[in-house]
């Protein structure tokens, strides 16, 4: 039975079994994936190593099912926020996996509607962004994206149609022209545009957006 125990707390079994739950839960494959993400934090405490760093990227998967499961919205965040504190503690709080669990913590909270929570969180992980990675990064135009969505959310037009021009430049230095995100971020300003009843810089953006998806 030792020796059984042994190979199944393997530490690259373990290791495998958090990335395929990662996997799963990518292919919104759930069950599987909490099932996978169990039995691996079930071997890190066997074995003693639950505070390793494999062990707290197990906890990432884990946190992840909770944020696309029904109902479960409060206790991802409260998963991705000891995974950050975690991180923080051992002074590692801009590391890639603390990082990852503060952008899902405040997803989290937007699930629940919390959208001034998640706007505060998505700006100050936007200001982390641009010192680790720069203006001009994919990174910095995902939290600056949330920002606007969340601005947008809470009626704050004026400052949502603000950061949303400035994630339109940032895609237009970012992806050539018919870019799944590019188009996402036109559309994304000109039905902000609508709403603020400016129909000819809306047209102007829609018609930026049509016409180049007809450059592919």
Known sequence: ATANTQLQDHPERLRA????AQMQVERAELVDAEKLVNDALSGYRRSSREDSDDAYKARLAQAAVDLFSAGRANLAERR???ILEHYRAIGQGESD????AWNNMALAMSGQDRWAEACEQWK??????????????????????DVGTSLTHLGRLDEAETVLRETLVISRKLFPPAHPTLLVNLNNLGGLLLQLNKLDDAEAIFTEALETGRQK
């Open 80 to 82: 991705y926020a000891a």
């Open 17 to 20: 079994a958090a990335l395929m």
């Open 124 to 145: 100050q992980l936007n200001l982390v962004d641009r010192r680790l990675y720069g203006d001009d990064h994919p990174y910095t135009l995902e939290t600056l994206m």
């Open 97 to 100: 996996t603390a990082i990852h």
